[in-house]
């Protein structure tokens, strides 16, 4: 600031001086000329006039030529000022205090442009966890490979979708339109990554890959891209998994205009081994060389792809009853009118070749072949172009606790592909159902003490006809620090019909036509944070009535009763000096194990040693970390289906899965080097995860993130 008013004022004086008259000139006074110092004559009484006359002309060139040399510096200086201006975010969405920050993350809400805010963690503490699903969750079940088909222990973390069920597996590693990050950010920010075991044999390697690069056009508008790639080979063979996400996003955050909008494509490829074929071969025994372990199909794949197109925007209108202009960005009386688009394709192809001969393979689809005796070529679709349009009625400000009142009509298109064997006399055809439906909802808050919401959905028309949805949300807030104490009771209404492929699905290994029963579920929530003490407690209490499920032959089923679910999971680290102590811990209970199998406890400890190697530049975490669950019936997968479906032979668990780690975090970027399952063999080998699929065996693998910024 110094610097800039000391060139102004030497400016400012430069042309003043130029301004004053010109003075008679005297013996000895000389003459200088633009840049060049030299001098040009002396004057003296023996000057003829025409020399004194050609002096006078060349004086009044230098004084015009200083006159426009001042005019142009002060309009560099006043574009300079200009341009050099700061721009502000100004927006009604955030609130002040995140307004200047440099990085900004949240998520949307596409039935209201709602958004919620995130807390982005770059550090080695949020990248120590390669499965998404574990950064989430204290554990889950999948196939043992990166990318496979996974499902988390905790009932009230499991992602649904009924609209296509074989993709509920797979969301877990990839991002839908309700949990996309959207962000603002002040200069370009990118993130680089991988996770995978790098010095394994080709035969057996993971590699798992995220690129992802954001920046601001302007204050308000932003544009992001990511890639993000889980996979491997496997253990096992014919078990090679890869799984893409790549996302494309933009937002703008107005005055009066808030969008956000983008694409999402997710594509898997996996070759299906079905499990392996005796899990004896690694429970009792040490295996050399896991390739060499027989599995149930010898030729099968399976193929899904996503893409998602979508845009959510609204408009707001203040209305100033007083034309008072006092108020700020998103204060007093405001109408907001929003609209949704969103288009959105899932394709699955499952092929297969069992050979006559092949009775392991036969066995695993109940020797059923509808279509072919030995090839299989199943594919599913679905389309849904849905637009939704809503008001949003600010009655008197958004802190008022009555803050919001909503409404909005949506309308879906659905199309689905399902083969029926009809089609060889008829032709092939879809089904198309037009899904009309309304919803409602409210919000509001006290200060920075209380804050609620509750919105409810019900289905006028179509496929999902009389299903309604209600939740509601309140959030209590205690300041005997700073940090705070933060309670939550949530309420959750579901009566919902179950999704078409429960219904009717006809392909070579499986057929059936139900009418199953709508499901009605009722969910109590409570959640307990204390972020100074790192506590976090959650209970949870769910009452199914009519539940679907797979059962252990694969077949949709549906149980005519009530199921409940009672749920509690604590987190609560500890520090001891350099000795950190941080416990996930999860308690669950099912009424009815045979249709909603759940491990009683779940536990993740992961316990260290920290300390620094370099001060403010290198710090290092030395210690173990440990997954771990009770014994249950861990569901199996099937590969024709691509769902999970309940097995009754063998309980799985009761097995410490212990990685040995160096975790370091080196100014921005985090690397680790881990020594998977260190424990392998003890107290046995039963380090499986889903039915017939294992987890890895001992290996090293190796990650590191790196997120670097303009300055």
Same mark, same amino acid.
Do not use: C
């Given at each position: 600031?110094?610097?800039?008013?000391?060139?102004?004022?030497?400016?400012?004086?430069?042309?003043?001086?130029?301004?004053?008259?010109?003075?008679?000139?005297?013996?000895?006074?000389?003459?200088?000329?633009?840049?060049?110092?030299?001098?040009?004559?002396?004057?003296?009484?023996?000057?003829?006039?025409?020399?004194?006359?050609?002096?006078?002309?060349?004086?009044?060139?230098?004084?015009?030529?200083?006159?426009?040399?001042?005019?142009?510096?002060?309009?560099?200086?006043?574009?300079?000022?200009?341009?050099?201006?700061?721009?502000?975010?100004?927006?009604?969405?955030?609130?002040?205090?995140?307004?200047?920050?440099? %990085?900004?993350?949240?998520?949307?809400?596409?039935?209201?442009?709602?958004?919620?805010?995130?807390?982005?963690?770059?550090?080695?503490? +949020?990248?120590?966890?390669?499965?998404?699903?574990?950064?989430?969750?204290?554990?889950?079940?999948?196939?043992?490979?990166?990318?496979?088909?996974?499902?988390?222990?905790?009932?009230?973390?499991?992602?649904?979708?009924?609209?296509?069920?074989?993709? +509920?597996?797979?969301?877990?590693?990839?991002?839908?339109?309700?949990?996309?990050?959207?962000?603002?950010?002040k200069t370009p920010y990118t993130e680089l990554a991988y996770w995978g075991t790098l010095f394994a044999n080709r035969d057996k390697e993971e590699s798992n890959i995220k690129v992802m690069h954001t920046q601001n056009l302007s204050p308000s508008w932003n544009i992001n891209f990511t890639y993000n790639r889980y996979g491997g080979v496997g253990l096992a063979q014919r078990e090679a998994t890869d799984n893409r996400t790549v996302t494309l996003t933009t937002n703008y955050l107005g005055k009066k205009y808030l969008m956000h909008g983008g694409y999402i494509y997710q594509g898997i490829k996996r070759e299906e081994n079905g499990g392996i074929l005796d899990d004896k071969m690694v429970i009792d025994t040490t295996v050399d060389d896991s390739k060499?372990?027989?599995?149930?199909?010898?030729?099968?794949?399976?193929?899904?792809?996503?893409?998602? %197109?979508?845009?959510?925007?609204?408009?707001?209108?203040?209305?100033?009853?007083?034309?008072?202009?006092?108020?700020?960005?998103?204060?007093?009386?405001?109408?907001?009118?929003?609209?949704?688009?969103?288009?959105?394709?899932?394709?699955?192809?499952?092929?297969?070749?069992?050979?006559?001969?092949?009775?392991?393979?036969?066995?695993?689809?109940?020797?059923i072949f509808l279509i072919s005796p030995t090839t299989s070529s199943d594919s599913i679709r679905v389309s849904s172009l849905q637009n939704k349009a809503f008001i949003r009625i600010q009655p008197w400000g958004k802190d008022a606790i009555l803050s919001k009142l909503d409404g909005g009509i949506g309308h879906q298109y659905m199309n689905v592909y399902n083969f029926r064997p009809d089609y060889y006399l008829h032709g092939t055809?879809?089904?198309?159902?037009?899904?009309?439906?309304?919803?409602?909802?409210?919000?509001?808050?006290?200060?920075?003490?209380?804050?609620?919401?509750?919105?409810?959905?019900?289905?006028?028309?179509?496929?999902?006809?009389?299903?309604?949805?209600?939740d509601s949300k309140a959030i209590f807030s205690f300041y005997p620090h700073k940090e705070g104490i933060h309670l939550t009771a949530a309420i959750k209404l579901d009566n919902r019909r179950p999704g078409w492929l429960s219904n009717s699905y006809y392909s070579n290994h499986y057929q059936w036509e139900n009418n199953f029963e709508n499901i009605t579920e009722t969910k109590l929530e409570g959640y307990l944070n204390i972020p100074k003490y790192k506590l976090t407690i959650f209970a949870g209490y769910s009452a199914i009535n009519n539940p679907t499920y797979f059962g252990t032959q694969g077949y949709a089923a549906q149980h005519l009763d009530i199921v409940s679910v009672l749920s509690a999971y604590i987190q609560k680290n500890f520090r001891l000096g350099f000795l950190h102590l941080d416990n996930r811990v999860l308690f669950q209970m099912s009424s009815n194990k045979e249709i909603i199998p759940l491990p009683e406890i779940s536990a993740n400890l992961k316990y260290y040693m920290q300390f620094e190697l370099v001060k403010n530049v290198l710090t290092a975490q030395i210690g173990a970390d440990v997954t771990y669950n009770t014994p249950y019936f861990a569901q199996a997968y099937n590969p024709a289906l691509g769902v999970f479906q309940n097995q009754n032979e063998r309980e799985i668990g009761n097995y410490p899965y212990i990685d040995g780690f160096v975790n370091l975090q080196w100014k921005r970027a985090s690397i680790f080097v881990k020594y998977l399952n260190a424990a392998q063999g003890w107290p046995d080998g039963d380090y499986f995860s889903a039915h017939h699929y294992f987890r890895p065996q001992t290996a090293i693998k190796v990650g590191m993130h790196w997120p670097f910024y303009v300055k």
């Open positions: 600031m110094k610097k800039s008013i000391s060139v102004i004022s030497t400016v400012v004086l430069l042309y003043i001086h130029a301004l004053l008259p010109a003075q008679t000139l005297q013996p000895q006074d000389t003459i200088v000329s633009g840049k060049d110092t030299s001098v040009i004559t002396q004057i003296d009484s023996t000057l003829t006039k025409r020399e004194l006359k050609a002096i006078e002309k060349e004086k009044k060139f230098l004084v015009k030529q200083k006159e426009r040399e001042t005019k142009d510096s002060l309009k560099a200086i006043s574009d300079s000022i200009k341009w050099s201006q700061p721009r502000i975010l100004e927006t009604y969405i955030l609130p002040d205090s995140l307004k200047y920050k440099r %990085l900004i993350t949240w998520k949307h809400d596409s039935w209201l442009n709602n958004i919620e805010m995130l807390n982005p963690d770059t550090t080695y503490q +949020e990248n120590f966890h390669v499965y998404p699903f574990m950064k989430n969750d204290v554990g889950g079940t999948y196939l043992g490979v990166s990318g496979s088909a996974a499902i988390t222990h905790n009932y009230f973390k499991r992602d649904k979708l009924d609209i296509f069920e074989p993709f +509920e597996p797979y969301l877990a590693w990839s991002h839908t339109i309700d949990n996309v990050p959207f962000y603002n950010v060499e372990l027989e599995y149930r199909l010898r030729e099968a794949d399976n193929q899904l792809k996503r893409n998602t %197109l979508f845009l959510t925007h609204s408009y707001g209108l203040p209305i100033r009853w007083n034309k008072d202009d006092t108020l700020a960005v998103g204060e007093g009386t405001i109408t907001y009118f929003g609209h949704t688009f969103e288009y959105t394709t899932y394709t699955k192809k499952y092929t297969d070749k069992i050979e006559l001969t092949d009775s392991v393979g036969r066995a695993m689809y109940n020797n055809s879809n089904q198309t159902y037009n899904n009309v439906f309304v919803y409602f909802g409210a919000q509001g808050n006290f200060r920075k003490y209380f804050k609620w919401d509750a919105n409810a959905k019900y289905d006028l028309s179509g496929y999902y006809a009389n299903n309604f949805r209600f």
